[in-house]
């Protein structure tokens, strides 16, 4: 079975820093693209970034300059690197995980980040 599992979330200050991690286990994590979502507290979920497998990277525009994705395939870990926090970014992050060729779309279980001062 696919695990997925976010860590790093917390307790930020506005203007501050978080960096989340996701580790994958039991899954080729190289040949997916892996992307970062979160689910505001009015129960949106949004894509906030997104890497292919060859590295290609988009952003929401709300995080564009603040936040950066990257991966680590020979760790088969996931970062978001999120700078200069804003309240609004206060939410549940999810970690993703699709592969579209075999209908592959793994989740973990989510992390709270809350920006507040």
């Known amino acids: 079975q696919v695990l997925l599992v976010e860590s790093g979330g917390g307790l930020a200050q506005p203007g501050g820093s978080l960096r989340l991690s996701c580790t994958a286990s039991r899954m080729a994590f190289s040949i997916y693209t892996v992307a970062w979502y979160r689910q505001t507290p009015d129960d949106k979920r949004e894509l906030v970034a997104r890497?292919?497998?060859?590295?290609?990277?988009d952003y929401a525009d709300s995080v564009r300059g603040r936040f950066t994705i990257s991966r680590d395939d020979a760790r088969n870990s996931l970062y978001l690197q999120m700078n200069s926090l804003k309240p609004e970014d206060t939410a549940v992050y999810y970690c993703n995980a699709k592969y579209t060729p075999i209908s592959h779309d793994f989740w973990g279980q989510g992390t709270q980040v809350t920006v507040a001062s």
């Open positions: 890497i292919t497998n060859n590295g290609t990277t």
